[in-house]
């Protein structure tokens, strides 16, 4: 499962642009579809404040 830290995350969009599945929108702060998501790890690897984390 894909988890967002909201206190973290800065709306920055970055993670949106990087997934493959458009399972992932970011208004204010990221939301993430989770029937949509295969868990590529994607966002993780390019959120540059790492709001994003599998748990």
Do not use: Y
């Not at 599945?21 to 404040?49: F, H, M, Q, R, Y």
Request: hydrophobic content about 40%; glycine content about 6%; proline content about 4%.
């Amino acid at each position: 499962m894909v988890l967002v830290a909201e206190e973290i995350c800065v709306g920055c969009g970055r993670c949106e642009a990087f997934c493959p599945e458009d399972a992932l929108w970011v208004w204010g702060c990221l939301e993430i579809d989770s029937e949509k998501c295969t868990e590529c790890l994607n966002c993780i690897e390019n959120c540059p404040v790492d709001a994003i984390s599998q748990q």
